[in-house]
């Protein structure tokens, strides 16, 4: 059955979303924030629309018109992490209350939020214990959202590995930090998906009605300097160069298990790290 779609944020994976579900026969609305990017969204959604963080009528009018609501909203910089995501989480639910309109949910979440469970193999029952300010304010979006069941609204939070794919391939990484210092010494684990494996795993999700959360994240967890090196000498490019007394900056060493979503049934197109 086609259904009404709207998309908010939608930016990287939001338009490979978009582009799926358009084919798929259902409606998509796209909202942004930034205009320069209405003509790229109208390729791959039926309706386009600004929508600011303080548009509280724009958001009442998406909820009104949608059967399915998907929050891929991304911040700007570290200082909008609150605006960005606990801001539009509070504001959903206020109208969720407001409008006693159920709808479904779809929220983009990071894997980010588990934290360092010092290279042990994490699922979604494992303790969040990032202690960031940006990792808070992720945990206290999830908890907002997961509680628009009171409203009767079926929510599903998907914790996204790092994203990769067209546009953001490992090569262009590391082509990027070439002559740079690497922190740390490139020993913690890498959690990493493909921007199409997140799109079709939010049909699955979708598609099969599921709740609750779940982990997005391909099968390979090598080291980060294992990537790195794998990528470099496929590309012909020389290693980079790590240096131990720099912090690190990839939020925690863990292996995070896509054991959950897999056994709903959904297959990775990507399960092991391409290279391009």
């Known amino acids: 059955m086609n259904v009404n779609i709207a998309i908010i944020g939608c930016g990287y994976v939001g338009m490979e979303a978009a582009a799926l579900w358009s084919q798929l026969g259902h409606h998509v609305t796209a909202t942004t924030r930034h205009p320069e990017r209405l003509a790229d969204l109208s390729k791959v959604a039926q309706k386009t629309l600004i929508l600011k963080g303080d548009d509280e009528e724009g958001l009442a009018s998406l909820i009104a018109a949608n059967d399915v609501l998907v929050v891929t909203i991304a911040a700007d910089s570290a200082d909008q992490y609150e605006n960005a995501y606990l801001h539009t989480s509070q504001q959903i639910r206020a109208l969720a209350l407001e409008m006693d309109l159920p709808r479904r949910l779809i929220y983009t979440s990071s894997t980010s939020v588990y934290g360092d469970h010092r290279g042990l193999w994490v699922d979604e029952t494992a303790s969040l214990i990032n202690p960031s300010e940006q990792a808070k304010i992720l945990i206290q979006s999830e908890k907002t959202y997961l509680s628009l069941s009171e409203c009767h609204w079926h929510v ?5 590995a790092e994203i990769y ?7 262009k990484r590391i082509k990027h930090m070439e002559g740079h210092k690497l922190p740390g010494c490139g020993d913690q684990y890498t959690n990493m998906v493909r921007k199409e ?3 079709a795993a939010m049909d699955h999700i979708l598609r099969y009605r599921l ?3 779940y ?8 080291t980060r300097k294992e990537l790195y090196d794998q990528a470099a000498q496929y590309h012909h490019l ?4 790590w240096d131990p007394a720099l912090t690190s900056i990839h939020g925690g060493n863990k292996r995070v298990s896509n054991h959950k979503i897999k056994s ?3 297959v990775f ?8």
């Not at 599903?156 to 996204?160: A, K, N, P, T």
């Not at 020389?238 to 160069?241: I, K, V």
């Open 156 to 160: 599903c939070i998907l914790r996204l």
């Open 165 to 171: 794919g067209p546009g953001r391939e490992i090569s």
């Open 197 to 199: 494996d997140v799109a």
């Open 211 to 213: 709740e609750g959360i």
């Open 215 to 222: 982990n997005v994240v391909d099968d390979e967890h090598p």
């Open 238 to 241: 020389p290693s980079l160069d």
């Open 264 to 266: 709903e049934g959904f």
């Open 269 to 276: 197109s990507f399960p092991h790290r391409i290279l391009d």
